[in-house]
């Protein structure tokens, strides 16, 4: 059997090996960075810490007018449903790449794409989450209307993390095939993963019903994944596991405090 031929009259298998030496990829380890207890345990916090934040923030009106006025009369509750939100954005980023290690070992091209394109969406709403506290911070000092003002004159104004809006949304459907192509998802759990594309981004966005929708499907896509690795064996004992949970614990608060000091 002879090799086809290109127009160019180069064989093909030649032509497609140097098409793919433009972005040479490599099979990945299963289990590489970010590691099984921390990838898993991020797969099952972050979209329940989402969505834990756009419920408490879904009977407010999605625009940002609205969730100002809201700030004004219920600080706490809104102060929670965003940070609630934006932790579980924080924690996603380690479900993301545990998730792309694990595609990587049958379809890396899919896998580096993928998980490229998502941690950048991921950075881009940690901008938009800064954002948001610093007009909160104005409704603070100058009260709702000030600050609705404000938000207004620089609306849609450009950023460098502008570029990253498109990888907001085409990250987890990138993931969301690779993972299928690669045994990691079945068929409805992978379509679950993809409709995480449909969250709403920008900045001081509400929650609407696709918001839920678009949750729900990370959390059917991602916990169950983050359970079965974290109960995989081996297994630490109670003991470990306790030092392990009191451990990191306290350096979270030990940062937070030193975050607050500087």
Do not use: C
């Not at 991020?42 to 408490?56: E, I, Q, R, S, T």
């Not at 460098?160 to 079945?186: E, H, I, K, P, Q």
């Not at 679950?192 to 059917?220: I, Q």
């Amino acid at each position: 059997m002879t090799a086809q031929t290109a127009p160019s009259g180069e064989p093909t298998t030649t032509l497609v090996a140097r098409l793919r030496s433009l972005l040479p990829v490599e099979r990945w380890q299963a289990l590489g960075f970010p590691g099984r207890w921390v990838g898993g345990t991020a797969m099952v916090l972050g979209p329940l810490l989402m969505l834990a934040g756009a419920l408490l923030r879904a009977r407010v009106h999605f625009f940002y007018p609205d969730q100002l006025a809201a700030f004004q009369e219920r600080p706490v509750l809104m102060s929670a449903a965003y940070g609630l939100f934006a932790a579980g954005n924080v924690l996603l980023w380690p479900a993301v790449v545990a998730l792309a290690s694990r595609i990587g070992t049958r379809r890396p091209g899919w896998a580096l794409w993928g998980g490229v394109l998502a941690v950048s969406g991921l950075f881009a709403r940690a901008f938009h989450a800064g954002v948001d506290h610093l007009a909160f911070q104005l409704v603070r000092a100058q009260g709702a209307d000030a600050a609705t003002a404000a938000v207004s004159a620089g609306y849609g104004a450009f950023h460098v993390f502008s570029a990253l809006n498109l990888a907001v949304l085409a990250g987890w459907v990138v993931l969301a095939v690779g993972a299928w192509r690669a045994g990691v998802l079945g068929a409805w759990r992978a379509v679950a993963l993809g409709l995480a594309a449909m969250l709403p981004l920008g900045v001081l966005k509400g929650t609407t019903p696709l918001s839920l929708l678009a949750l729900a499907g990370l959390g059917v896509a991602l916990v169950p994944l983050g359970v079965s690795l974290l109960r995989a064996r081996p297994r630490p004992g109670r003991a470990t596991a306790l030092r392990w949970v009191t451990t990191t614990s306290l350096v979270v608060v030990v940062l937070t405090l030193l975050g607050q000091a500087g």
